[in-house]
């Protein structure tokens, strides 16, 4: 990877880190010490050793800080061992990102020279970044890592570094003004007038929110002052024999569902093609009408009768009435969610004729299917 490339993104994390809340140093003159390990370029042919450095800068009252630095390693040449001191220069600017607690990371970017002595004098371009850790408001324990690419040699060594970060000048005067008394008057305690609570019916909701003024003494009653009603038939919890009642279901004055006194015949006017058992979905509102019914007085049961003219033979008569019985018994159990103990299915064929079957009209009257509500 080119140092090109690294630059590039260096620049990046500038401009995204411009975007953060940024640290605000305290302003002023610094000075870092620090020690570490310089890792040269295996093509260099020199060993890798410790460095020491001192940096000399000035922290603006911004994210951005300069800072000189000189570094010092002694290395010896990988092929004879003779030593090879190194003496480095750098103009550096850093870049503080967000604070998190104590700490702050910085990006760091500079250009300067290395001196091989005895040997080259290359310009360097260098960048990196780190870590500042506020030991207190002037020192900074400081980490701090770069890679050097030697512009003329195309090496790429690095340097990783841990020192001390003073911070002298610029700070804030303190002042011995002494603060003055403010005199506020005295305000006047106000008694709180105390509302009084109405409660005519004592079941804990009071009288101008009560929807139910009058319920009976012990009864318990919902956020509007009514009495329950668990099963949402319309009577009371305190007054419901029959708790549990199905919903929609039709009961009494005691919560219990209302018995049939006699059976009900309701006829459909459901008509099949010729030699058909289908039920064509025309027919289903008048089925969906029994069907409520059935859901309006839960303890009835339902008989389906399917009945026929006198054409054709008697016994293929009384065979398909049944299995017409049979197909609108199925779309109330099946589609329509009524439970099939509740629900038989009879074919009476010609057996039950309405009129004479002398007559078209007569006949077509006669083609029928009628349902037998009754108690169980």
Known sequence: MSFLLNKR??????????????????EGF???????????????????????????????????????VYLNADSEASSNGSDIDVDQFRLDALYHLAERGKL??????????????????????????????????????RADFRLVNDIEDHEFDNITTLGLHFVFGNQPETTN?????????????????????????????EDAKDQCSNTPVGVSVDMQGCALDDDQDGVANHVDACPGSEAGAE???TGCYVVLEKAQTIRLDVQFATNSTVVDQQYYANIEEVAAFLKKYPETTIAVEGHTDN?????????????????????????LNVDASRVTAVGYGEERPLFANDTAANREENRRVVTVVSSK
């Open 9 to 26: 993104t260096l620049l990046a994390g500038l401009v995204a880190a411009s975007t953060v809340a940024q640290a605000q140093p305290e």
């Open 30 to 68: 610094t000075v870092a010490p620090s020690v570490g390990y310089y890792n040269m370029d295996n093509n260099r042919k020199v060993d890798n050793t410790e460095a020491a450095s001192l940096g000399l800068g000035y922290q603006f009252g911004n994210p951005w800080a300069l800072e000189f």
């Open 311 to 335: 054409t054709g033979a008697a016994s293929y008569n009384l065979a398909l009435s049944q299995k017409r019985a049979q197909a609108v018994a199925d779309v109330l159990v099946n589609e």
């Open 251 to 253: 009961v009494d004055a």
């Open 104 to 141: 702050v990371p910085y990006l760091a970017a500079g250009v300067g020279t290395t001196d091989f002595s005895p040997g080259s004098n290359n310009t360097l371009l260098n960048a990196g970044g780190g870590l500042k850790y506020a030991l207190n408001d002037i020192v900074d324990l």
């Open 177 to 205: 003004e002494p603060v003055k008394a403010v005199e506020e008057p005295v305000k006047a305690i106000e008694e709180p007038v105390k509302a009084v609570f109405m409660d005519a019916d004592k079941d804990g909701i």
